[in-house]
């Protein structure tokens, strides 16, 4: 290695050293059991399912999740065996990770507007990737990124005081991008947080690297952009899923639709008249994930 490459290895620790600093909540043991077991030349189902269901609220979160038309099986899952069969160990590690992550949050009472909003989108974007089918993407990662492409957000909130406002001014910002806003007044930005835990929790690179690039339209274009081709779908599903809750609910109203929408419906292949005759069946999945 020489002085250069060594000398950005020193500085991107001492980076990543000072944003753990920021408080990300730590992996949940049962992530690392089912990752070990994973790791077996034959895993065993039949443990991971005893794992999970030492532990209530984990083993109906998983039934109700696996059961979610997000998901997208056919029937509905009525037990923590029958949804580790259904799904699969690494479909299941991700759900469990998504079902643990406002667990992560002490108080989390305190955003409830927040996880509400995340898990419409989440919802909203399982039930897109079924719908249009963009290449190599399935159900499990649009929804699991759905419920962690903003969990950074949350954690700036609870560590530095003044985060409240700037979140409001990148959400009313049409022009700026918004983590170009947010590290006007700020250190960091919730895609860097984000995208630490993500790795942190052990999520698919793809996932991770997404998260990291969700507000940056330029890692959206063919062409212009080195991100992989599933992290950009998976970031036009969500931003996609975000719009149409904007649209039929009002809610979880940003600026991004303006600056990243004409990037994202290109590639999930479908256009604006496409979009608007779902709306229908949008507000049923919303519906169905109050």
């Known amino acids: 290695m020489d002085a250069g490459s060594a000398g950005r290895v ?14 990300i909540p730590p992996r949940p043991l049962i992530i690392d059991r089912i990752g070990s077991e994973m790791l077996q030349e034959n895993p065993c189902l039949r443990r991971v399912g005893q794992l999970i269901s030492a532990d209530v609220g984990l083993a109906a979160g998983l039934i109700k999740t696996a059961s979610s ?26 759900a469990v990770a998504a079902i643990s992550l406002r667990r992560a949050f002490p ?3 305190h955003y ?17 990737a079924q719908e249009v089918k963009p290449p190599g993407l399935n159900a499990a ?3 699991t990124f759905g419920l962690f492409r903003d969990c950074g957000i949350v954690i700036l909130l609870r560590r ?4 409240g406002q700037t979140l409001a001014r990148a959400n009313g910002d049409a022009e700026r991008s918004f983590t ?28 991770c690297q997404a998260i990291r690039h969700h507000h940056d339209r330029a890692a959206l274009v063919p062409g212009e952009s080195e991100l992989p081709a599933l992290s950009r779908r998976l970031i036009a599903v969500s931003q996609t899923a975000e719009h149409l809750l904007q649209e039929l609910r009002g809610a979880s109203r940003t600026q991004e639709w303006a600056k990243l929408g004409g990037a994202c419906l290109p590639l999930l292949g479908i ?14 999945i919303i519906d169905a994930a109050d």
Request: hydrophobic fraction near 50%.
């Open 180 to 207: 170009v806003v947010e590290r006007a007044d700020q250190p960091t930005d919730h895609a860097v947080i984000g995208a630490l835990m993500a790795v942190d929790w052990w999520l698919p690179d793809d996932i």
């Open 10 to 23: 020193a500085v991107e620790t001492a980076l990543e050293a000072n944003l753990r600093a920021i408080d």
């Open 69 to 94: 038309p997000s998901f997208g099986l056919r029937a509905r899952v009525r037990s923590v065996a029958e949804a580790l069969m259904l799904l699969g160990l690494e479909v299941t590690s991700r």
């Open 160 to 163: 530095l005081p003044t985060y």
């Open 107 to 109: 108080n989390s009472g």
């Open 141 to 143: 990662e649009a929804y």
């Open 112 to 128: 409830v507007r927040f996880w509400d909003a995340s898990a419409r989108i989440a919802a909203l974007s399982g039930w897109l």
């Open 271 to 284: 256009d604006e008249d496409h979009l608007r005759r779902m709306h229908a069946a949008a507000t049923a």
